[in-house]
């Protein structure tokens, strides 16, 4: 704390305490940097989210003002959670997209063993709305004969 001592003409003194945000400007440096950071990182998750989209948090906004360091650590902790949470969510994305390509691989290698299976672009992270699925070759006599094969068909609805 500062004191700010003024002298009123005869003899009266006022005493003034002033809060000094000097020494809490190092801090507050630090936790904007740290929270610009954070916010870079979080833009940066859900750009790689694209076309998809993260369900992310949205913090409370209360209009321009300074904030306090209790609010700076409040809101630095909470960007923390949020970007902890979609790099779990891409994470975990990421897993089942793998697992369907491996799916589609096997496809690939042995139709007959993945009769009537489907997997959509989407499932496998490519653009488009196509979709893998195996098929018999030849329609009803291919299924009696074991003939299968791995089709990739549009999926788009025709203009209307």
Same mark, same amino acid.
């Given at each position: 704390?500062?004191?700010?001592?003024?002298?009123?003409?005869?003899?009266?003194?006022?005493? !003034?305490?002033?809060?000094? $945000? /000097?020494? +809490?400007? =190092?801090? *507050?440096?630090?936790?904007?940097?740290?929270?610009?950071? %954070? @916010?870079?990182?979080?833009?940066?998750?859900?750009?790689?989210? !694209?076309?998809?989209?993260? $369900? /992310?948090? +949205?913090? =409370?906004? *209360?209009?321009?003002?300074?904030?306090?360091?209790?609010? %700076? @650590?409040?809101?630095?902790?909470?960007?923390?959670?949020?970007?902890?949470?979609?790099?779990?969510? /891409?994470?975990?994305?990421?897993?089942?997209?793998?697992?369907?390509?491996?799916?589609?691989?096997?496809?690939?290698?042995?139709?007959?063993?993945?009769?009537?299976?489907?997997?959509?672009?989407?499932? /496998?992270?490519?653009?488009?709305?196509?979709?893998?699925?195996?098929?018999?070759?030849?329609?009803?006599?291919?299924?009696?004969?074991?003939?299968?094969?791995?089709?990739?068909?549009?999926?788009?609805?025709?203009?209307?």
């Amino acid at each position: 704390m500062a004191a700010l001592l003024l002298d009123h003409g005869a003899g009266s003194e006022l005493l !003034f305490e002033l809060e000094s $945000d /000097l020494d +809490q400007s =190092p801090a *507050r440096r630090t936790l904007l940097s740290q929270i610009a950071q %954070l @916010e870079r990182s979080l833009s940066a998750a859900a750009c790689e989210a !694209f076309p998809d989209r993260l $369900d /992310l948090e +949205q913090l =409370p906004v *209360r209009g321009p003002r300074v904030q306090n360091l209790g609010e %700076l @650590e409040l809101l630095r902790d909470r960007l923390i959670g949020s970007l902890r949470e979609a790099r779990a969510a /891409l994470a975990a994305r990421e897993l089942e997209r793998d697992a369907a390509r491996k799916l589609l691989e096997q496809m690939l290698l042995d139709p007959a063993k993945h009769r009537r299976v489907r997997i959509s672009q989407r499932d /496998l992270g490519v653009g488009g709305c196509g979709v893998w699925s195996v098929m018999p070759r030849l329609g009803p006599m291919g299924r009696l004969m074991g003939w299968w094969r791995v089709k990739l068909s549009s999926g788009c609805p025709l203009a209307t």
